[in-house]
């Protein structure tokens, strides 16, 4: 039973323009509650017991909500201004522990049942994914004949190249991930890190995303093929050894209502067209 979620809450929200000159983008409000209080609500709702989020910009807004919510933990990602999501998230591997856990984003809006959903399959990781709804920003997913990833991008045609199929949907940023696919994630971040390091390619793991770092681990068979550090040995992950793929399950809700909020454009439609 998952009783943990970790919400992703560093960025600093600039397509919000002044909306987010004095506050983080999880606390744009939708319907007059903030996204993040929503989110918290859901989540404790479906039975949540830990709630960590990852915090940078304006991190005492988060750190706030710990007075009336005694669920959280923030753990703060002081880097946040120059890297991504999955430094953020490993940033709270002491947090996580050996949980199973709900991954989530601080700008969605979205029904309670897709929570229950994730919950209520069997698979140990999932990808939570609906019927293209954005009119921005979408980030398309293609998967194989059993539902499991093949594919993640903002492009269509690559999608169909990779899979020879239209798209499944679209990302929700809503995922189930057992402790050990987490740690795998970590695995592979390091190995990006340590690739940057040795070879300067310009990887820049700093700026690589968690989306990137899921589909890398569910797809991924050798991963540090050909890379060789200065004592001519692989640079190895945590675990001591090499990586191979980690199956990570494409659940397609289509009756979903929910919203990722990005900017003003994306707030003023999800205000006229989600009904939550």
Known sequence: ??????????????????????????????????????????????????????????????????????QIQTVFSPRYAETNSMETLSRCKDAIGDDDFLLLESDIVYEQKALTALLEDSHPDIMLVTPVTKFQDQYYIGCDEDGF??????????????????????????????????????????????????????????????????????????????????NGKYPTYPSGGLLSARPLYILVKDDLQWYEIDDEKDLEFALSQVVI
Request: with cysteine; glycine share 10%; charged share 30%.
């Open 1 to 70: 039973m998952i009783e943990t979620a970790v919400i992703m809450a560093a960025g600093k929200g600039t397509r919000f323009g002044s909306m987010t000159e004095t506050k983080p983008k999880g606390f744009i409000e939708f319907k007059g509650i903030p996204m993040v209080v929503r989110s918290i609500e859901n989540l404790i709702s479906a039975g949540i017991k830990k709630i960590i989020i990852g915090t940078g910009y304006h991190r005492e807004w988060y750190e706030n909500l710990t007075k009336k919510y005694p």
């Open 149 to 230: 990833l093949v594919k993640c991008s903002t492009q269509k045609e690559e999608i169909i190249r990779e899979t020879g199929d239209e798209p499944v949907g679209e990302l929700v940023g809503i995922h189930k991930i057992s402790n050990k696919f987490y740690e795998d994630m970590l695995a592979v971040y390091e190995y990006h890190q340590r690739r940057e390091e040795m070879y300067h390619n310009g990887d820049h793991p700093e700026k690589t995303g968690y989306e990137f770092i899921l589909e890398d681990v569910a797809t991924w068979v050798v991963p540090m093929a050909g890379v060789i550090d200065e």
